[in-house]
């Protein structure tokens, strides 16, 4: 069973968060930052988050870098929905993200949160791509847990 | 003489299955070759009919699969036009290759300040042993660098030739650009300077008769994959006279005359370096992969290709804003590109869509990526087996990723 990358990919979500990536700036004074890698295609990004403590809410988190339309829309969307979150669900929201890329995960069936992250329902047909997704979650994490550099391989 | 490629089509079963639907456009042939049907049946003959070691057993079948595997080596030495069989070592591959060279005679005779002369358009595996001789060593790495063409420039290389230059290690033909090195002249220059030099032949030897005596470099590494063989196997030449005075690379079976606890005396080339059980079937999979390409020989795959490569290069401008990068005066059928906008990924992706199979990303030549200022390009890289109508379905897919990425 072929999938194809038009219909279950690059939807027009994708090609919007791409063109016209929302929080694609650098925050002045970032209380937690990381850079993230991907060896394998050279996706680069650099996440930066504003935390603010006690409570640990996201007050404000961005992105900077270079990477292929899946990489970029999926930073993009990852910094809209982490804003006003709070550790807690940002965890949360990892980990069905991964589950969701994975496969595990179907959106239309098992209860979650995910919102318009769902768009990446279709990446798990292309395993090569999944790394794209999942590259500025990952980076976030490592910024959090105070990582400076996280790389995919 | 043209070559009748619809018939050429039928010895190579891999071209005629489907993706997504369509009948697949293989544009891959720098990162692996198609095997036609007689190499593939030479390795079933051998798994078949006479599995057994090689140089050891009395029985029929060894010696039956000992003369296959000294068989083939036979064809890579007429192949190459060495000398001698004994300069055919068989090795898993160019990396393998350029690394016994590395490791054998550069751990042995390089000292500190010694220079080792590449070039800006290597494969990462002929630029990595280098950095890890480097560190062991103290050696030091110079490279050659290339205009925006995709050229060698000739007189920086002329530059930083000198009495400390003791190897040269030059990419014959570069697979991300596609440019043809002009190897010859080079290693006059370097034999003049007192250097060796060794060629990384892996993207030449599909495309270019290749004759050592005449080149006259010192060693020549390809992998037998990149020439319509099996993965797995590959072959460094050596002057005997220098591969003689380098000690073994890897210990073990068949690299030795006797052994005791107390010394041990290697065999005589080029069993010195084929430690352990070789790869039998490859080997003899690669003999035959040698014998097809002769069969149509290189005069007309070379004219095939050069049709392929001019054809191609301007169907890919109808795509707009295209831009190859590399653009050698001379260059094989690689055709390197990027679209503004558009990430290598995406494209290759969108274009595996139309059952079109491209390399996107670096190419392991990230060197080359950082002299264009990309952080990856897409690369169809043609094979005589292509058509210029497979080009015409590339061009077609480039303009549907176009409409996906306005």
């Known amino acids: 069973m072929s999938h194809d990358s038009r219909s279950e990919l690059y939807q027009q979500v994708i090609i919007e968060h791409n063109k016209n990536p929302k929080n694609f700036r650098k925050i002045p004074s970032p209380t937690h930052e990381a850079e993230g890698y991907n060896p394998l295609c050279g996706d680069h990004l650099h996440i930066y988050l504003h935390v603010k403590e006690p409570g640990g809410v996201i007050e404000d988190v961005s992105f900077e870098g270079d990477g292929c339309a899946i990489s970029k829309a999926s930073a993009s969307l990852m910094t809209a929905s982490l804003k006003g979150k709070t550790r807690q669900e940002t965890e949360v929201l990892f980990d069905q993200f991964h589950r969701l890329i994975k496969g595990e995960l179907r959106p239309d069936k098992d209860p979650n949160v995910l919102g318009k992250l769902s768009v990446f329902s279709g990446i798990w047909h292309f395993p090569a791509r999944v790394k794209c997704a999942s590259l500025c979650w990952h980076t976030m994490k490592g910024a959090l847990e105070k990582v400076k550099t996280v790389t995919t391989e | ?406």
């Open chain 2, 1 to 406: 003489m043209d070559l009748d490629i619809q018939r050429i089509r039928q010895d190579f079963p891999n071209l005629h299955v489907s993706v997504h639907g369509k009948p697949l456009v293989y544009f891959d042939n720098a990162a692996t070759t198609f095997k036609p049907r007689v190499v593939l049946e030479a390795m079933d003959g051998y798994y078949q009919k006479y599995t057994s070691n090689v140089h050891r057993g009395v029985h029929e079948l060894s010696e039956k699969a000992t003369a296959a595997y000294e068989g083939a080596r036979g064809k890579v030495q007429k192949f190459l036009n060495a000398r001698d069989a004994k300069e055919i070592i068989f090795t898993r591959g160019t990396t393998e290759s350029i690394n016994l060279v590395a490791y054998s005679y550069g751990r042995h005779s390089l000292k500190p300040g010694d220079e080792v002369l590449i070039s800006e358009m290597e494969h990462h595996s002929n630029i990595v042993p280098w950095q890890m001789l480097r560190e062991e060593k103290g050696c030091v790495l110079k490279v050659i660098p290339f205009n925006d063409q995709g050229e060698l420039i000739y007189s920086e290389f002329e530059k930083l030739l000198t009495a400390k230059t003791k190897l040269l290690s030059i990419v014959y033909i570069s697979n991300s650009l596609g440019t043809i090195n002009p190897v010859q002249k080079m290693i006059k220059a370097a034999h003049g300077r007192g250097a060796l030099i060794l060629v990384d032949a892996a993207q030449a030897v599909g495309h270019r008769r290749i004759d050592v005596q005449d080149l006259d470099c010192d060693f020549l590494a390809f992998s037998g994959h990149k020439l319509f063989g099996p993965t797995g196997v590959g072959v460094l030449y050596g002057k005997a006279g220098l591969l003689n005075k380098m000690p073994p690379f890897h210990g073990g079976g068949d690299m030795i005359s006797s052994v005791t606890f107390e010394k041990t005396t290697y065999n005589t080339l080029p069993y010195k370096f084929e430690a352990g059980t070789p790869a039998v079937a490859e080997v003899i999979g690669l003999g035959a992969a040698i014998d097809y390409v002769l069969s149509i020989g290189f005069d007309r795959i070379e004219a095939c290709e050069q049709g392929l490569l001019e054809y191609g290069t301007r169907a890919l401008q109808k795509v707009p804003g295209l831009r190859l990068i590399g653009t050698a005066k001379e260059k094989v059928a690689v055709l390197s590109f990027i679209l503004p906008g558009v990430h290598a990924h995406d494209i290759g992706t969108l274009v595996n869509d139309e059952g079109i199979a491209i390399r996107t990303g670096h190419h392991c030549t990230q060197p080359v990526m950082q002299h264009f200022g990309v952080p990856a390009s897409s690369r169809a890289s043609l094979s005589f087996y292509n058509t210029t109508a497979e080009i015409d379905r590339l061009v077609e897919a480039l303009l549907k990723v176009r409409e996906v990425f306005p």
